[in-house]
C-alpha cells in the first residue's frame, strides 16, 4: 500500500492575525514575528527528508514555505487553489465589527453545514472543493515513502483535514490552528491517517510562541 507523510503547515503570524482581523485572501505579509516563527519551524524540522514543498501563492504562505524549505535547498511550488478562504466583504474586519455591521450573518455561516458563503467570498465547502482537488493532484505525482510539506491557512487547512480524514464541515471550527502549526497525515489515498495535530513545538520557550486566543481567532 502506498503511503505519502503529508505535512499541512499554517503561515506565520501577520499584522492581521496579531490584531485579529479577517484577512482571507487579502494579501498580507508575514510580520517581524511571524518571520521568527517560520525560521523556527525550518530548524526544528531541518532533519525531516521532505520530498517537495508546495505553498499558497499568498505572500504570508509563500515566505513561511521558503523560510521552511531553505535548510533543504528545495524550491517552493505555489499554488492559488491553496489559498486561505474568501471572506468577502468581511475581510479587514475583526470579528466583533462584522457582527456589528452585518447582525446574524457571520453567526450563521459558522453554524450551516458548510454551504453558505461569506459576504460576497466563499464557502467552506468550496474552500474545500477547491483544495482537496490540488492536494490529490500534488499527490498523484509522489510515491510511497514520500514526505510533503504544503503550507496554507487556518481556514483552508481545516477544510483539507476534514476533507482527508472524510469529516462533516459542519463541526470545522472544533480543529484550532495556529501561526506555523503544523499537522501530519499518513496519506493513503482513502482512510487516511492524522498522527500529529496543530504542534508548536517548536515555539515552546520562544518569543514567538502563541498565546490561546481568547477570542475568535482571525485568519
Known amino acids: 500500500m502506498v503511503m505519502i507523510k503529508l505535512y499541512l503547515v499554517r503561515h506565520g503570524e501577520t499584522d492581521g492575525n496579531a490584531q485579529q482581523w479577517y484577512q482571507g485572501s487579502t494579501d498580507v505579509p ?15 524540522l531541518k532533519d525531516e527528508q521532505f520530498t517537495a514543498v508546495y505553498s499558497s501563492d499568498l505572500l504570508r504562505a509563500e515566505k513561511t514555505a521558503e523560510l521552511v524549505a531553505a535548510p533543504h535547498r528545495l524550491p517552493v511550488t505555489t499554488y492559488a487553489e491553496l489559498r ?3 471572506f468577502g466583504e468581511w475581510e479587514g474586519h475583526t470579528y466583533n465589527e462584522i457582527i456589528e455591521q452585518w447582525p446574524g450573518e457571520i453567526e450563521a455561516f459558522y453554524e450551516s453545514d458548510g454551504t453558505m458563503r461569506a459576504r460576497g467570498g466563499e464557502s467552506f465547502a468550496e474552500v474545500e472543493e477547491r483544495a482537496m482537488t490540488k492536494i490529490r493532484d500534488i499527490l498523484a505525482n509522489h510515491g510511497d515513502g514520500d514526505t510533503v510539506l504544503v503550507v496554507s491557512h487556518g481556514a483552508t487547512i481545516r477544510c483539507l483535514i476534514f476533507g482527508l480524514l472524510g469529516l462533516k464541515l459542519t463541526r470545522v471550527w472544533c480543529f484550532q490552528q495556529f501561526n506555523t502549526a503544523f499537522n501530519i ?8 491517517v492524522m498522527t500529529v495535530m496543530n504542534s508548536t513545538r517548536h515555539l515552546e520557550g520562544t518569543e514567538g510562541h502563541q498565546e490561546q486566543w481568547s477570542s475568535m481567532v482571525s485568519l
Open 30 to 44: 508575514l510580520n517581524a514575528r511571524g518571520i521568527v516563527q517560520a525560521k523556527y519551524l525550518g530548524d526544528f
Open 84 to 86: 486561505e478562504i474568501n
Open 185 to 192: 497525515i499518513d496519506y493513503y489515498g482513502t482512510k487516511n
